[in-house]
Every structure is written in C-alpha cells, then in structure tokens.
C-alpha cells in the first residue's frame, strides 16, 4: 500500500486536489479529510465519495475545537496537506495544524500562506520543520513553480521583479475601459477576485507575502518579513499606495505615451543586504511584464552563477483552484519519491 495521505480544507484548491488525487504515486491513498465543519476518516477513502458527501455537508462525524491533534494521532499520515484558508491575522487554523502535525513528525504540503503573516510565526514553523519535509511552494505564486524551478538552478539570486497580484491587473484593465477606481474595485470585490479588505491586494500587501516566499525559497534561507517590504506609492501620479488612486484618466494618459501602469514587486539582493518593494510602475508597452495580464503573473529572475550572468522569466497562472492543486499535487508527488528513496537508503 502506497503512502497515507491527510487532508485539511476541502474547498475551491482542495476540492480540485481530490479530483485529481488517483494520479499521487505510488498508490498513495486518502485516510482522512476535513473541513471546518466535519470529517471523513478511513483506511483509504474515495475522493470522489468525499466530494460527493461534502457537497451535501455529509460527514463522519463533526469538527470538534482543537481535534486536529487527536485526528492526525489516530489517522497516522505519512503526509499531511494542509488547505484550509490563509489568515495574516491570527494565522489560524493553518498554523495550528501546522504545528501539530510537525511536532507529530508529518511531513507537509501546503498552499495557504498565513505561516507566513510575521517573522516570529514563520520562524516558529520552520523551527519545528527541522529534519521535517515541509513544502510551502504553493503558497506563492499558486501555479508557477518558480520556487522549485530556482532551487533547481542553483544561480545567486541579485534581483526578483514581478507583477504578482491578478486582481490589480483586472482593476488597471478595467480603468483601462473608462471604468472609475471606485466601481472597479467594488466590482471586484463583488465578484470575489478581491479580497473583502480590498487594500491586502490593491496596496500591495498580496505582492510582500508573496516576496518573503519568493526570497526565502530561492535564497534558502528567511531574508525578508511582510514589514520589511516598503509599500511605495507615486505621488507624482496622484497614486497613495500600490494603485489606490489610479484613474481611468491616469492609465489613457499613460496609454498614449506607449507607456502602461502596473503594481510591480521587487527585490535586490546584494550579499547581507536585501531590499524589497512593491509599487506602481509605469512600463514601456513593449516591456515584458507591460502584457501580463488578468490572473496571469509573471516573475523574473536574476542573477550570476561563477561568473555568467542568468536572467529567467516565468509567466503562468498566479490564482486558480486547478492550477494551484496542481503545484500542490507536483509537491506530493516529489513528497513521496523523497520518503520512499529514505526509506529505501
Ligand atoms: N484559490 C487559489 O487560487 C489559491 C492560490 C494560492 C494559494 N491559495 C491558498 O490555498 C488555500 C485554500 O484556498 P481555497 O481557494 O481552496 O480556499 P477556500 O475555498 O476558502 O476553502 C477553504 C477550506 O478550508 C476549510 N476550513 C476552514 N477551517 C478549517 C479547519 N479548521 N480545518 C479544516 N478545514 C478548514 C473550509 O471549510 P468550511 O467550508 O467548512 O469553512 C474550506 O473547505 C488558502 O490558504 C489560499 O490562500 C489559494
């Protein structure tokens, strides 16, 4: 029988996960899995009897407060995937079931990012993770695996440029239109592309969480917190922070010039010192990242190895249930050849 596989959060990239999840190698197999409101346990569930019940809110049995713990004890995963949603909040439920399935030795997958709303709350997980396989790429950039793509590169990373946030590509579209700031952006968050506290995306907050993973995959080590990348406006273009402030006027300005707004990411790295922003952008409409559009992001990389300088450009989707199960499903996979090879030493 092929590796036990635990479950939390069974909605849009969850759900995704289990239609795909007869693809995890190895015959891995499915022994618990649970939402905020119940759970399903077994030696190897159906997914597809999983998604049927839940679709009806037809469990097991309930969740009850704090029985993470006693559902891994009695599930026994060999991996833990963890979906619940992201909290920078209070981080909760993701860095709880974080913690209890670390200090239980689980390995874990996971794409929510709330482990990564402070550097205390980070360093903590990655501290229990020590010697633990724990695979967070899916928390950035969602379906673009430029996280183990780099790692596999092996260059020094100088610098980290990136249009991120798919949600300020629809509102500059749709400024692009004539429509007002105000309307696109409640139309956005009407239409749940934008977060109900819209200023995590517009301002850019989105982007720096997306930075600090970025960085500390690609570095191999925590360079940078949320607080340390500098959220820039351009006064000079009537902008406060990120786009907030953007008018239609603003973008068919900038249109006739050639050029194009864009909220753009960025980090240098230059040995110790390491500076990270995000802000708006006015690009050349031939500039690679001038045509990244609606929930496509792009990133580009660059840096040296020996002497030989190396630029990357990475462009894929940065939002999708589909898509970021996907990543999820890639990082399983590499999961189990990495336990079975241990297993096999
Ligand atoms: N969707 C994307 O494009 C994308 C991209 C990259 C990363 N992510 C991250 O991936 C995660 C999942 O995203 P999503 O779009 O699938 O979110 P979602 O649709 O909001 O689903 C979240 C799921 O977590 C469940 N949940 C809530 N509290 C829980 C708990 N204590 N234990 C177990 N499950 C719990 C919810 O169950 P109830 O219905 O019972 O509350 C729901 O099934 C999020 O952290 C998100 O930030 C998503």
Redesign the pocket.
Known sequence: MGKRISL???????QALLRSLHRARGGAHLVLA????GVYRGESLDPAAVLERRARRDYDAP?RPGD?EPLLLEARPDLHVE????NLETGL??VR?LEVALALGVPVVT????HQRSRETLAGILERAQGIPFLDH??TL?GIPATEMVAGVGMRLTRIEGVLNGTTNYILARLAEGVPFEAARDEAVARGFAERDWRYDLEGDDVAVKLVGLTRHLCGRPVLARDDVRREGAPELGIERGIVGATPELVARLAAEGKVLKLLGRVDIDGDSVRASVGPAVLDRRDSFAGIEGFTNAVRLEGTMNETRMELFLRGPG???D??ASRVLGNVNHLIEVLDWRESA
């Open positions: 939390f959060g069974l909605g849009h990239v969850g649970a939402d905020g409101h969740r993470e979906l619940t949603p992201t439920p993701a079931d794409a929510a990012k709330s899916a928390a969602a939002a999708g249930a898509e970021t």
